[in-house]
């Protein structure tokens, strides 16, 4: 699987395989994903890879699951957590494009 795009499950799942497609619209690319975790490409993508938009997906996914990962260990008010991770990927995110420019 090329990393460059990104799937979402189509949910339909037979004998332990799970049927994968683009999340890009009107792209016919999809995959499945095997019983053993392997990823393998069905049918090609009808675009380029999007490298910005899997990298938006991939740090949307990191900061959820900081949230849900301090919410379970603190006993902070969610609100608290929620404000102090914002700033942090705030920051992040400022330092990265900065970095790039």
């Known amino acids: ?3 460059e795009f990104s799937y979402k499950y189509n949910g339909g799942e037979k004998k332990g395989i799970r049927y994968l497609v ?13 019983a053993n975790g ?3 490409n ?12 899997t990298e938006r997906l991939e740090s949307k996914k990191e900061f959820r699951s900081k949230l849900i990962q301090r ?5 902070t008010k ?3 957590i929620y404000d102090e991770e914002c700033l942090r990927y705030y920051n ?5 494009l900065n970095r790039g420019l």
Request: hydrophobic content about 35%; proline content about 7%; overall charge positive.
């Open 1 to 3: 699987m090329n990393p």
């Open 22 to 34: 683009c999340r890009e619209r009107y792209c016919k690319g999809t995959a499945k994903r095997l």
């Open 42 to 53: 069905q049918i090609p993508h009808t675009h380029d890879p999007n490298n910005l938009e």
């Open 78 to 80: 969610l609100r608290i």
């Open 71 to 75: 919410a379970i260990e603190e006993t």
């Open 92 to 96: 992040i995110l400022r330092l990265e």
């Open 38 to 40: 392997l990823i393998v």
